[in-house]
């Protein structure tokens, strides 16, 4: 098997948790330019890395502690740069959170039929990674019944999307979160077997614009609405 490992993690952003939610938002314009492999290693870390070393329980939390998820990287050609002036081949990764690293499932860059899965939104194709998370919901069902399925897992799934839209936009990326694509199509170009059910892809690279607001705006918007019902 062929593991890369990631960089470890470690504190890296000097951005509050008050300033990222506020400057949070979906990004569909990504540069023509890669991420490094710090980034792409802090976005994992955030949604699913290890974050108890006695347990081993994870950043997103989780119905029993039943793990659901597994995250995938749909890396495309040049699209994640390493500190030797390389770069990670293009493929299709699968996160394993107790090695923090990648274990190459299929080599080559998928990210035009990912994009075609997505009903044609072309944001996955342009950005030079996706991140897929896919559930495995008997993990969860086993215990919790209907209602894991229902509620918990799909629940787990918005846990870990906000920590990778919240590190992305501490690290200065961008990323939306899409729900809209045709399941299957998604399984076969990502996950490894039929227990896998693909959840969310998260396109991740540079903004092509930054967005713009400082809590300043937050409390004028407030303040006439406040004024409109005074
Ligand atoms: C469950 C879910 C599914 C979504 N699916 C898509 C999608 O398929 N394509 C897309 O471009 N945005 C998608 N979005 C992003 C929303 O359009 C976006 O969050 C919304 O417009 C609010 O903008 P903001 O995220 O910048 O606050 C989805 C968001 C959620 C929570």
Same mark, same amino acid.
């Given at each position: 098997?062929?593991?890369?490992?990631?960089?470890?993690?470690?504190?890296?952003?000097?951005?509050?948790?008050?300033?990222?939610?506020?400057?949070?938002?979906?990004?569909?314009?990504?540069?023509?330019?890669?991420?490094?492999?710090?980034?792409?290693?802090?976005?994992?870390?955030?949604?699913?890395?290890?974050?108890?070393?006695?347990?081993?329980?994870?950043?997103?939390?989780?119905?029993?502690?039943?793990?659901?998820?597994?995250?995938?990287?749909?890396?495309?050609?040049?699209?994640?740069?390493?500190?030797?002036?390389?770069?990670?081949?293009?493929? $299709?990764?699968?996160? /394993?959170? &107790?090695?923090?690293?990648?274990?190459?499932?299929? *080599? #080559?860059?998928? +990210?035009? @039929?990912?994009?075609?899965?997505?009903?044609?939104?072309?944001?996955?194709?342009?950005?030079?990674?996706?991140? $897929?998370?896919?559930? /495995?919901? &008997?993990?969860?069902?086993?215990?919790?019944?209907? *209602? #894991?399925?229902? +509620?918990? @897992?799909?629940?787990?799934?918005?846990?870990?999307?906000?920590?990778?839209?919240?590190?992305?936009?501490?690290?200065?990326?961008?990323? /939306?979160?899409?729900?809209?694509?045709?399941?299957?199509?998604?399984?076969?170009?990502?996950?490894?077997?039929?227990?896998?059910?693909?959840?969310?892809?998260?396109?991740?690279?540079?903004?092509?614009?930054?967005?713009?607001?400082?809590?300043?705006?937050?409390?004028?918007?407030?303040?006439?609405?406040?004024?409109?019902?005074?």
């Amino acid at each position: 098997m062929s593991y890369t490992p990631l960089p470890l993690p470690k504190k890296v952003t000097s951005i509050s948790i008050e300033e990222a939610i506020l400057i949070r938002r979906s990004i569909r314009r990504f540069k023509d330019e890669p991420i490094s492999l710090e980034q792409l290693s802090m976005i994992l870390w955030a949604a699913y890395g290890i974050t108890d070393h006695y347990k081993g329980f994870r950043a997103t939390p989780s119905a029993g502690a039943t793990y659901p998820l597994e995250i995938y990287t749909v890396i495309g050609e040049r699209g994640v740069a390493k500190d030797d002036g390389g770069y990670v081949d293009a493929g $299709v990764y699968k996160y /394993v959170g &107790e090695l923090h690293a990648l274990r190459l499932v299929r *080599r #080559g860059d998928y +990210r035009d @039929v990912l994009a075609k899965a997505a009903l044609g939104q072309q944001w996955v194709r342009r950005a030079p990674v996706d991140m $897929v998370m896919a559930a /495995v919901f &008997e993990r969860t069902t086993r215990i919790y019944g209907e *209602r #894991g399925r229902l +509620r918990y @897992v799909p629940m787990e799934v918005g846990h870990a999307g906000q920590n990778i839209y919240l590190m992305a936009t501490a690290l200065g990326l961008g990323t /939306v979160a899409i729900g809209a694509f045709i399941d299957d199509k998604v399984a076969e170009i990502v996950v490894e077997n039929r227990h896998e059910v693909p959840v969310y892809i998260m396109p991740v690279g540079k903004p092509a614009e930054v967005f713009k607001v400082v809590f300043e705006d937050i409390e004028n918007y407030i303040m006439m609405h406040r004024r409109g019902v005074a």
